[in-house]
């Protein structure tokens, strides 16, 4: 049990040395970007390349055990960090443009019912989505109008996870010394592994069907973070032109999304070495400049592109009439603009001077050294 706090030194060095860890952020960026790309292959004739984008979902998750350990292991651990703050923090950080999206998904399935369209919900089954969507979490009957649990912002599944296994983590796992954090990533693998042979592939978690190998997908990746980031050293740096390690991690988008065994290899090995590659990477001002963005922007273009492709779908819909088949390539082109535009004015004009505000609000005053994780 006392891994987190022989962890304190570490940790107390590296916040404040480095905010963020700068190719970590650009990756984060170029896994969002890969999602979008995935859904938004139809448009382009399928883009096969982009089939095994949805790995970028365990990318994630690993990336994130790292930094929310980072950030927040040691102070939960001494005390200095209290159960309430912490899941203020996560509420904070993820709140605002979640609930931005399910305005856009909202909005796009009202007017379908004002419209008077056949596929569109009831009043009825809009009001019974909303105390799930108020907590983040998904609502089962949604699957045969909003084609998700989460039918307002569909990618909302894996940060239903995020929230609320965070949660979790900071009462239970956070006490979990290596070896027993050990056996749950083996324990999750496990369950992962037979999860993603019983239907066919590891992208799981999106319906209730597959929450179960969902659910192993986080706690495995998430797990195997907080494993690497109590075990790497803070002090090794690696050069520039290391990150030509990294770059081949970045192939699972063309992994076809049936092979599962060839996916496992990269949510076992490849993205575990990446990320290690990654937080021991030093770059240059100006990469660490686009890495920044990339890193900022990443969560906004995650959470808001599914409902604004829905309701720009729509909207072209309307204007071109059945024609809309004919221009798919030019309405894909101008919804990715108007995701990436709307992404970024979301991410730096509302999201984050709200969650400035919104951690005065709640805490008097950011806590010298506090890195709120990304």
């Known amino acids: 049990m006392s891994d987190p706090v022989a962890s304190t030194e570490r940790s107390m060095q590296m916040t404040g040395r480095q905010a963020h860890l700068p190719v970590l952020d650009g990756a984060r960026g170029i896994a969002a970007l890969a999602v979008f790309g995935y859904h938004l292959a139809p448009y382009f004739g399928g883009l096969p390349w982009l089939q095994g984008s949805f790995l970028a979902v365990d990318l994630f998750f690993i990336l994130s055990g ?6 927040y292991e040691a102070r939960l651990a001494e005390g200095r960090l209290g159960f309430g703050r912490f899941v203020w923090t996560r509420v904070v950080r ?7 999206a399910c305005l856009i998904g909202l909005a796009y399935f009202v007017i379908k019912l004002v419209a008077g369209l056949a596929d569109a919900p009831t009043p009825v089954e809009l009001m019974g989505a909303m105390p799930g969507t108020v907590l983040m979490l998904p609502s089962p009957t949604t699957s045969t109008w909003g084609f998700t649990p989460f039918p307002f912002a569909p990618s909302a599944w894996s940060l239903s996870f995020e929230f609320w296994y965070n949660i979790v983590y900071a009462l239970i796992v956070i006490r979990c010394g290596l070896t027993a954090l050990g056996v749950l990533a083996a324990v999750s693998l496990a369950v992962l592994v037979q999860q993603a042979l019983a239907f066919g592939s590891i992208d799981m978690g999106w319906n209730i069907a597959t929450m179960i190998g969902g659910s192993a997908r986080f706690w495995f990746s998430f797990t195997l973070g907080v494993i690497l980031f109590r075990l790497h050293d803070a002090d090794w740096r690696l050069p520039p032109v290391a990150i030509l390690l990294g770059v081949p ?14 996916g496992l290899v990269w949510v076992v090995a490849v993205f575990p070495a990446a990320l290690l590659i990654g937080a021991a990477m030093e770059v240059g001002p100006r990469v660490a400049v686009v890495c920044d963005h990339l890193g900022r922007l990443s969560y906004g273009i995650y ?10 779908t729509g909207v072209f819909k309307v ?40 951690r005065r609000r709640g805490t008097g005053g950011v806590q010298a050294g506090a890195t709120p994780a990304r």
Request: hydrophobic share 65%.
């Open 94 to 100: 993820l709140y605002p443009l979640y609930l931005v």
């Open 249 to 262: 991690a970045f192939a699972f988008v063309a992994i076809p999304s049936d092979a599962v065994g060839l």
């Open 319 to 358: 204007l071109l009439g059945d024609a809309w088949a004919d221009y798919q390539a030019v309405i894909g082109g101008v919804i990715f603009v108007a995701v990436i535009g709307f992404a970024a004015v979301a991410t730096y004009r509302f999201d984050e001077p709200l969650r400035q505000w919104l």
């Open 303 to 312: 959470i808001l592109h599914a409902p604004m492709v829905l309701f720009g």
């Open 66 to 71: 790292f930094v929310i350990a980072r950030s």
